[in-house]
């Protein structure tokens, strides 16, 4: 789902609610004005590289706003077909930094429309997954035999009744596809290559190293097991944990903030202002509905983006008006699409512009932050020899949504990053200094109580495979050279306890939140 896609507009006029259906056209879900709750129940040897040697192999940023981007090529980047060449920046560091821990948010893999476009055929997808059939994966056939032993693991029980693959040979709304499997098989193979020579999570792992959840819906919950049966270098279901988040904001307890609801209204009207102001938009849509001989507003309340993205991710011609005879009639073209597309772009230019999708983000996303925050500090302060000895949560996986991780971005302060894709990851590094190292040595002989405020510990943002640390509103100012390759975590832990409530205009989340 997507937290810009479409979303459902309330206006009360004289008493008279009027509902007015409008996708904003950020690809194809809907924005909730709250947090969406599921329904119950249901290299180098040693990884190390030096600071000259990062360079950008792909654009995870916007084109500047001089360029005119190209609306089909930018979609094509969006499905992320799985490319056996791909390589990851995760797991390098300048040398003798020691990794502590790693926390990752992975968007589930490519998926079937949750829309269908009226008065055409569904895109034929099987949803079945076969060694025979591509994309394919080394660790294909394995999975599949591994994930029918599911049984072993522990889940929560809101999770035991959702299908550990998925298995419809006409797909259902939704549903993972093959393809989005291997994208996560891939995406946890890089990443085990990655962090092997750092022995991040050793062969003899323990449960309380690994911390895994999920929303209710399946696609993320297989979208997690692929990833971890790409990652883990053994993958042992009697030690593995599936905890289950009811909240796409993976907000916990933490869910309730009106506030956050208010910015997120204000967005939706400036969303649909600028649709609305739109003239080529509306011709097409036009178009189109008279291509497939039904009302233009039938189609809007359809979404037709959802289900074209999908034709253009599995080379699928686009498609066509079904008549009574059984023939095709006239087709959607990639013209339309590209026109629909171009409008998603001018929308998140005019997003950044007007600032209220960040605000939004910022409370949105708190309760997450606040969480990952509080673990790096917590192995900070403990240090490699409790991770060593089994300490919790050297390795977190969370398998959200673009719904979860659009306004992940946004918070950050990555607003120019592209909008995530299927099987998009990011990634949040835990670091040690050497030289932090050798002064604490010191320290401990004179018998001083260690802090983590003494600089020694650092934190690394990739995503999808490019650090964008210094890119992150948290570590923009900070000039990256050879004595300082990485960014203070004290920097984050600041950003988070506090710096960042500066875009709200308050100094906390409750007064952010609750502030009349």
Not at 82 to 105: F, K
Not at 323 to 341: H, K, N, P
Not at 350 to 356: F, K, Q, S, T, Y
């Amino acid at each position: 789902m997507l937290a810009r896609n479409g979303f459902l507009l309330l206006v009360v006029v004289s008493g008279t609610v009027l509902t007015i259906v409008s996708f904003s056209l950020q690809f194809f879900s809907e924005i909730t004005t709250t947090p969406v709750v599921e329904e119950k129940p249901l290299q180098a040897a040693n990884g190390a590289v030096g600071v000259s040697q990062v360079k950008s192999r792909k654009r995870i940023f916007q084109v500047p706003q001089t360029q005119k981007p190209n609306p089909i090529k930018e979609a094509f980047g969006y499905c992320n077909i799985p490319n056996r060449t791909e390589q990851a920046w995760e797991g390098h560091s300048p040398a003798d930094y020691t990794l502590l821990s790693v926390q990752i948010m992975i968007r589930h893999g490519d998926r079937y429309p949750l829309y269908f476009i009226p008065k055409t055929k569904r895109p034929a997808i099987n949803c079945t997954l076969s060694i025979t059939r591509n994309p394919s994966h080394p660790l294909l056939s394995a999975f599949i035999s591994h994930m029918g032993q599911g049984g072993r693991g522990h889940w929560e029980s809101s999770l035991a009744s959702v299908p550990r693959l998925p298995n419809h040979s006409a797909c259902e709304m939704g549903e993972l596809t093959q393809t989005g499997v291997v994208q996560h098989l891939r995406n946890g193979q890089l990443l085990h290559q990655a962090y092997q020579p750092h022995r991040l999570v050793p062969s003899n792992w323990s449960p309380r190293q690994v911390w895994v959840e999920t929303t209710g819906k399946s696609r993320t919950l297989q979208s997690a097991l692929a990833f971890l049966y790409g990652f883990l270098p053994e993958f042992d279901w009697k030690k593995l944990t599936v905890r289950h988040q009811w909240s796409t904001l993976f907000c916990g307890s933490a869910c309730d903030c009106p506030a956050r609801n208010r910015y997120l209204e204000e967005e939706q009207r400036r969303q649909y202002r600028l649709k609305l102001a739109d003239a080529e938009l509306d011709r097409t849509y036009a178009d189109m509905a008279r291509a497939l001989g039904i009302p233009t507003r039938n189609l809007r309340a359809a979404n037709p983006i959802d289900s074209l993205l999908c034709h253009l991710c599995h080379n699928l011609p686009f498609p066509c008006a079904s008549v009574e005879d059984g023939s095709a009639g006239e087709c959607l073209t990639t013209a339309q699409f590209a026109v629909i597309r171009r409008q998603q772009l001018d929308d998140e230019v005019d997003r950044r512009r007007a600032g209220l999708y960040r605000k939004y983000a910022i409370l949105a996303m708190y309760p997450y932050l606040n969480k990952t925050a509080a673990k790096m500090e917590r192995l900070a302060k403990a240090g490699k020899q409790a991770a060593k000895a089994g300490g919790d949560d050297v390795f977190t996986l969370s398998s959200a949504h673009d719904v979860t991780m659009a306004p992940l971005l946004s918070a950050l302060g990555l607003e120019e990053a592209r909008f995530p894709p299927f099987a998009a990851r990011l990634v949040f590094e835990l670091w040690k200094s050497p030289l932090g190292t050798q002064a604490e040595k010191k320290r401990v002989l004179r018998g001083e109580k260690l802090k983590v405020r003494n600089g020694g510990y650092f934190i690394r943002l990739l995503y999808n495979g490019e650090d964008v640390t210094f890119h992150t509103a948290f570590c923009s100012s900070i000039v990256r050279r050879a004595s300082q390759p990485l960014c203070p975590l004290k920097n984050f832990l600041s950003f988070v306890r506090k710096d960042m409530f500066v875009v709200v205009n308050a100094t906390s989340y409750q007064e952010a939140c609750f502030r009349h």
